[in-house]
């Protein structure tokens, strides 16, 4: 039986609208947007989230390709993955959902072609020709290019759903996924592009300069369409930024050395980062228990780039040490911490501290990676966490 998707929203916006604290909202703001401008603050924000209320059970799960097809589907989950889990917990978290169709926006510009599934979300499956992009020119208005009229859709229907709910303004609607230009064009370019490096520098510095505009245009599309400020402040993906207010990944930056990226991407970042105001950045990388480090090695050029205010990262290496050398380089850590075993909740939140000297730098947990917590732990974390901060920045 076809759900009733507008009773759906209705559901599961009350328990939000119930629970949501304005007041609280406008304190981890000021929290957040303490930290990524590098200001001391009262507390360093920390992101929770909650298990699902009993009443959740009877809710449905709709596949990545229903969510990318029906807008009401995609704010459901939203709402029912992300925004309630958080909302219960009290925490630093700064609500808000997007246009979620996956990383191929900025790619689709240029006439990548791609593909959705219930079980995947949408991915680039036939690259563009170097011929054809050697050529391309990007055109002032993007609104008729790949899925940008599917993002304009869903940011409409998002800001109006909430609005009707009572929850405009309180659950903003951030920018989509537009990645970042290196990733927009490994992901347009395919494997080939890191043979440009060596073969083509010219191309590739051509292709950069274009993935530069794709994503300065997306983000600014997608802050227009949602009626927030351009340059900030806004939500940069769960992130409250005064200046800027825009994440950017680069899970393909990684995959070079430091001086090719000095040289090809890291120009580029920059000034997209200045074109915006300045923002986070992300890139998926080692994971425990592999040993394994990528993006380490470019930590030290990503603080070079001035508008680059927190960083997103994981590694299988020495977590403190680079926090403290980010922090030292005036970068924030908008993330977790693993758990050693059997680590009390404060000795390991003292242990997250250890490498600051002040209430600046951290930002602890986000949008898909929360402070590890163990069953019981949930209700008095945010006591704890200040407690412990209380304890160490005397």
Not at 7 to 15: F, G, M, N, T
Request: net charge negative.
């Amino acid at each position: 039986m076809t759900p009733d998707l507008p009773a759906l929203l209705d559901r599961i916006c009350e328990p939000i609208a119930e629970r949501v604290d304005t007041a609280r909202i406008a304190t981890a703001k000021r929290r957040h947007a303490d930290v990524l401008a590098g200001r001391e603050t009262d507390y360093l924000p920390m992101i929770l989230a909650a298990p699902l209320p009993p009443e959740a059970d009877d809710w449905p799960t709709f596949g990545w390709d229903e969510r990318f097809h029906d807008p009401d589907k995609s704010l459901f989950m939203q709402l029912k993955e992300l925004v309630l889990p958080r909302v219960l917990t009290g925490s630093d978290y700064v609500p808000g959902v997007r246009a979620d169709l996956g990383t191929i926006n900025c790619q689709t510009i240029f006439g990548a072609r791609w593909q959705v599934t219930a079980e995947n979300r949408s991915v680039i499956t036939e690259y563009v020709p170097k011929d054809v992009l050697a050529a391309f020119e990007l055109p002032d208005d993007i609104s008729e290019l790949g899925v940008i009229p599917r993002i304009v859709e869903h940011i409409a229907h998002h800001v109006e759903a909430l609005r009707s709910r009572g929850l405009g303004g309180i659950v903003d609607v951030y920018h989509c996924d537009q990645q970042g230009p290196f990733d927009i064009a490994a992901m347009t370019r395919g494997h080939d592009i890191f043979l440009d490096i060596y073969e083509d520098g010219a191309f590739l510095h051509h292709l950069m300069g274009l993935c530069r505009d794709a994503y300065v245009a997306v983000t600014r599309l997608c802050k227009r369409r949602a009626g927030e400020a351009i340059g900030g402040p806004g939500n940069a993906v769960g992130v409250w930024m005064e200046a800027g207010a825009v994440r950017m990944c680069g899970d393909s930056d990684i995959l070079v050395g430091a001086d090719a990226y000095r040289e090809f991407i890291q120009p580029y970042e920059r000034e997209a980062f200045e074109a915006l105001g300045g923002g986070w950045y992300h890139y998926c990388g080692g994971w425990e228990g592999t040993g394994r480090a990528e993006g380490l090695h470019l930590h030290e050029a990503y603080a070079e780039i001035p508008g680059l205010r927190g960083l997103n990262w994981t590694t299988a290496r020495d977590w403190l040490a680079e926090m403290g050398k980010l922090a030292e380089s005036g970068v924030a850590h908008v993330g977790t911490l693993p758990r050693l075993a059997d680590e009390p909740l404060e000795d390991y939140f003292r242990r997250a501290l250890s490498p600051y000297r002040s209430r600046t730098g951290l930002l602890f947990g986000g949008m898909y990676a929360e402070p590890w917590l163990r069953d019981g732990e949930q209700d008095h974390a945010m006591e704890t966490w200040h407690e412990v901060q209380d304890s160490v920045f005397r």
